[in-house]
């Protein structure tokens, strides 16, 4: 395996008689593995290859399929033409040289940057960052990935999670916008000619309004201003198309910042009786401001911010157990725990009291030597750590029998950094 996994999920689903399995994302194609025994039952590539277990023999490594290198180029000449050596290159193809211009799909493959699954662990969401795509799957009984849908989205997307009843998905990209879109979009003939016949209506009322320029034939007499009357009525009265997707999405709010994660929490109102409830939409920017807004037919109403991070937030968890308090971290060395429905602090975690307790304990189990001198690597890295860090993952760990006994669950929290 050349690249190494960015993405894991454990899906461990609730019928015995299917196979609970762990999805990985590597690069540009998706693994997924028998929980139990570690068997690879089968490969998803972007590039469109994909194989199920029938296909692979069980207990064998991943497949390097998805990660062929790049073929190898050379430049030309700087004696040739000047306009030909900079547009073209001489590629070495199963021994022979070819002269093409380079494509850009030899170079990368769109590689998985997000994974989500359904509570039951039948459908599973990836998301692509260089072509901007949203896919959807189905999780089969022998753990095998089948595509149902592949949406583009207008900008490339940076979180997704699933509301409450995961019959939406929600979508945030980097340009500070929150989408909406139905789970399982229904393609059919009739979305397809609505969108026809809205270009045909924009084009008909581009023919009514055609531009006429104030001269005429009658006011310019010259060839060349008449040349360049007839430019201007050309290009005036050409129809501009416009680029329109073909998939039900809806705009539900914004950020004036770069937007970085955002989660998806249902409460219980109160004051409004114990069966009330209402639905919410947290948003990390890189401005460290949170925002709380309402659930998905109410965003544009802003509820309140969370306001107490001196750096970016980059991560955002809600834990099951604790709906009403919110846990963020980003690139501040300590986490805040809120309560969020009052945007008021609980508690300030530090976590570089944490991250020293680690380094001491590094440098004294990693001894060499008769006289137990800490490694030479080690040491060079303790020395020279810069103590900067940010959290990358903040993950609650619990279960249903769990949250049925009303008992607490687990917090991991991953960071990244010179420590």
């Given amino acids: 395996m050349l690249q190494p996994f960015q993405c894991v999920l454990a899906c461990c689903r609730p019928t015995s008689h299917v196979k609970d399995v762990i999805i990985a994302a590597s690069g540009s194609s998706i693994y997924s593995f028998d929980i139990f025994n570690g068997f690879l039952l089968s490969v998803w590539s972007s590039k469109g290859e994909s194989s199920n277990e029938s296909q692979i023999n069980a207990g064998t490594p991943p497949p390097e399929r998805g990660f062929q290198r790049p073929e190898k180029r050379r430049k030309l000449s700087s004696s040739g033409n000047a306009s030909d050596s900079s547009s073209a290159e001489i590629v070495v193809e199963n021994g022979q040289n070819k002269r093409r211009k380079p494509r850009r799909q030899d170079l990368f493959s769109p590689s998985i940057i997000k994974l989500v699954c359904t509570s039951n662990c039948e459908l599973m969401i990836a998301v692509t960052g260089e072509d901007k795509c949203i896919r959807v799957f189905s999780l089969l009984e022998s753990g095998a990935l089948e595509q149902l849908s592949e949406r583009r989205m207008p900008k490339r997307p940076c979180a997704v999670i699933l509301t409450t009843d995961e019959d939406t998905i929600l979508c945030a990209d980097k340009f500070g916008d929150v989408y909406s879109l139905p789970l399982l979009e229904e393609f059919s003939k009739d979305s397809h000619n609505a969108i026809v016949d809205t270009n045909s209506k924009a084009v008909n009322v581009q023919e009514q309004r055609q531009f006429v320029p104030a001269a005429s034939s009658l006011t310019v007499h010259t060839k060349r201003n008449q040349q360049a009357l007839e430019n201007q009525r050309r290009v005036s009265n050409k129809v501009s198309e416009k680029k329109v997707h073909a998939f039900n999405h809806q705009l539900i709010l914004g950020h004036v910042s770069l937007l970085i994660d955002l989660a998806y929490v249902t409460l219980k109102l109160r004051e409004l009786g114990s069966e009330q409830k209402r639905d919410y939409i947290l948003t990390a920017d890189r401005d460290e401001h949170i925002r709380v807004s309402r659930g998905l037919y ?105 949250l049925a006994a009303g008992a607490l669950g687990h917090l991991i929290i991953i960071c990244e950094g010179k420590v």
């Fill in 298 to 402: 109410q965003a544009h109403i802003i509820e309140g911010y969370c306001l107490g991070h001196t750096e970016f937030v980059s991560k955002l968890c809600a834990p099951p157990w604790s709906p009403e308090t919110l846990i963020s971290g980003g690139g501040d060395d300590f986490l805040l725990v809120w309560d969020w429905v009052r945007g008021k602090v609980i508690q300030k975690v530090d976590l570089m009291t944490t991250v020293d307790a680690i380094k001491v304990e590094i440098s004294e189990n990693t001894m060499i030597g008769e006289k137990g001198k800490p490694l030479a690597e080690i040491d060079s890295i303790l020395a020279s750590s810069s103590n900067r860090i940010a959290v990358s993952g903040i993950f609650a760990l619990s279960s249903p029998e769990i």
